[in-house]
């Protein structure tokens, strides 16, 4: 039986099954979350286990209040060298060897994760 869902609130799938009804696969969800970035779930049992998890994505994404919704967006796109230099001037308590040191955490977190 096909599940009728709001427009925009995604869909549900099983992937790369020739007999859907019968499959062994659990589901997969596709939505936009509250950045516009597409995203998927997976590991669900059945339809309505799918289509409620997808409900509550869009409740959620409803009540979200718009100017929540851009900060989350402008963080999302923001560099870590930028989010340092706006973190930096909140600290409290940092000392000239701390704040030495965290100048060049990110940088070093970050050419770590590039490495690798």
């Known amino acids: 039986m096909a599940r009728q869902l ?28 509250a950045l516009g970035k597409q995203r998927e779930e997976a590991g669900y049992e059945t339809q309505d286990d799918a289509t409620e998890r997808l409900g509550q994505i869009y409740a959620e994404k409803k009540t979200t209040a718009p100017s929540v919704a851009e900060v989350r967006r402008e963080l999302g796109q923001q560099t870590i060298a930028e989010y340092a230099k706006q973190w ?4 409290r308590k940092l000392t000239e060897y701390s704040t030495r040191r965290r100048r060049s955490q990110p940088r070093t977190k970050v050419s770590r994760l590039r490495s690798s």
């Open 6 to 33: 709001a427009r925009g609130m995604g869909s549900f799938f099983k992937d790369g099954c020739s007999r859907p009804t019968r499959c062994p696969h659990p589901y997969t969800i596709r939505f936009r979350d």
């Open 88 to 91: 930096r001037p909140r600290q």
